[in-house]
C-alpha cells in the first residue's frame, strides 16, 4: 500500500505559477513510477505528467508541455508539479498516482491521492 497525500493548490490569476507535492508513505516511493492526472468539473480525470522511479524519463500532455515540470526526490518520499504561466484551462482537481509501470491510462494506476484543487481566473 501507498498513501499519497497532495498539498499546494489554490487560486492563482493566469499568467501565474503554482507548485504542488505529494507526499508518500508506505511502501518504498521508488518502487513506483509517479503521474499527475487532474479533472475538471463535469469532465474525466485525464493524464498530465509522469516520472519514472528514478526521476530520468519524463512525459507530458501536449496541454502543458514548456509550462509544467515534474520532479521527485526519492530520499523525502515527494513528487512535485510546478506549473507556470497558467491558463483558466488548467482549472481542475490535481491528484497524484503511483503506478507500477509506464502509462498515460488513469485506471492502471494503484494508488491515488485525494486531490488538491487549482483554480486559474483570468
Known amino acids: 500500500q501507498v498513501q499519497l497525500v497532495e498539498s499546494g493548490g489554490g487560486l492563482v490569476q493566469a499568467g501565474g505559477s503554482l507548485r504542488l507535492s505529494c507526499a508518500a508513505s508506505g511502501r518504498t516511493f521508488s518502487d513506483f513510477d509517479m503521474a499527475w492526472f487532474r479533472q475538471a468539473p463535469g469532465k474525466e480525470r485525464e493524464f498530465v505528467t509522469y516520472i519514472n522511479t528514478r526521476g530520468s524519463t519524463t512525459s507530458f500532455a501536449d496541454s502543458v508541455k514548456g509550462r509544467f515540470t515534474i520532479s521527485r526526490d526519492n530520499a523525502k518520499s515527494m513528487l512535485y508539479l510546478q506549473m507556470n504561466n497558467l491558463k483558466p484551462e488548467d482549472t481542475a482537481v490535481y491528484y497524484c498516482?503511483?503506478?507500477?509501470?509506464?502509462?498515460?491510462?488513469?485506471?492502471?494506476?494503484?494508488?491515488w491521492g485525494q486531490g488538491t484543487q487549482v483554480i486559474v481566473s483570468s
Open positions: 498516482a503511483a503506478s507500477q509501470f509506464f502509462t498515460t491510462v488513469v485506471r492502471d494506476y494503484d494508488y
